[in-house]
């Protein structure tokens, strides 16, 4: 069975970081590219981040590109998400998702609450 | 890297059909046939029901259905149950392992 667990949420001030982790179980984890999605209270999903199986290659959304950064550890089946320089509006619960080879998002974990507020 | 355009709601009685529009652009939706369906209940994850524009993951009811033509994909959903009120976020691949989610579609069963 797939398990995506996420961790390391919580309350944050603006402008500190925070990092987020995801527990991947299941399936080969160092197969397929991962992703995090967000979701700000009430709102719809926001795609954040991706990297590929190997972690070379990374993106990002225009609305985090330079203040996150996404890794991975094969070795230890996780996915991570550095924050830095949180805003308010990133206020939101962090999905971690797995992505199909057919360029889907398959299984997502149950995510993680990141609230940043002063 | 802007949102794709779906109706804020959508509604039907039990047993009858309803259909979610999803309007992008020539860079996502009408450049990839990699457009999937998201079915997300209150207070849970996301689940796939649709992936490749039409295609089902296995355990999805076939009431679900999906389509392309041009920009805009759709979702419907027939024989409506109660079970199947819920928000609704298409998402598309958009090139360079980039992706976009639709705007969300509450569905209402009557």
């Known amino acids: 069975e797939v398990q995506l667990v996420e961790s390391g949420g919580g309350l944050v001030q603006p402008g500190r970081s925070l990092r987020l982790s995801c527990a991947a179980s299941g399936f080969t984890f160092d197969d397929y590219g991962m992703h995090w999605v967000r979701q700000a209270p009430g709102k719809g999903l926001e795609w954040v981040s991706g990297i590929s199986w190997s972690g070379n290659n990374v993106v990002y959304a225009d609305s985090v590109k330079g203040r996150f950064t996404i890794s991975r550890d094969n070795a230890k089946n996780s996915l991570f998400l550095q924050m830095s320089s949180l805003r308010v509006e990133d206020t939101a619960l962090y999905y971690c998702?797995?992505?199909?080879?057919?360029?889907?998002?398959?299984?997502w974990g149950q995510g993680a609450l990141v609230t940043v507020s002063s | 890297q802007s949102a794709l355009t779906q109706p804020p709601s959508a509604s039907g009685s039990p047993g009858q059909s309803v259909t979610i529009s999803c309007t992008g652009t020539s860079s996502d939706i009408g450049g990839y046939n990699y457009v999937s369906w998201y079915q997300q209940h209150p207070g849970k994850a996301p689940k796939l029901m649709i992936y490749e524009v039409s295609k089902r993951p296995s355990g999805v009811p076939d009431r679900f259905s999906g389509s392309k033509s041009g920009n805009t994909a759709s979702l419907t959903v027939s024989g409506l149950q109660a079970e199947d009120e819920a928000d609704y976020y298409c998402?598309?691949?958009?090139?360079?392992?980039?992706?976009?989610f639709g705007t969300g579609t509450k569905v209402t069963v009557l």
């Open positions: 998402s598309s691949y958009a090139g360079t392992n980039n992706y976009v």
């Open positions: 998702a797995k992505r199909s080879p057919e360029r889907s998002f398959d299984y």
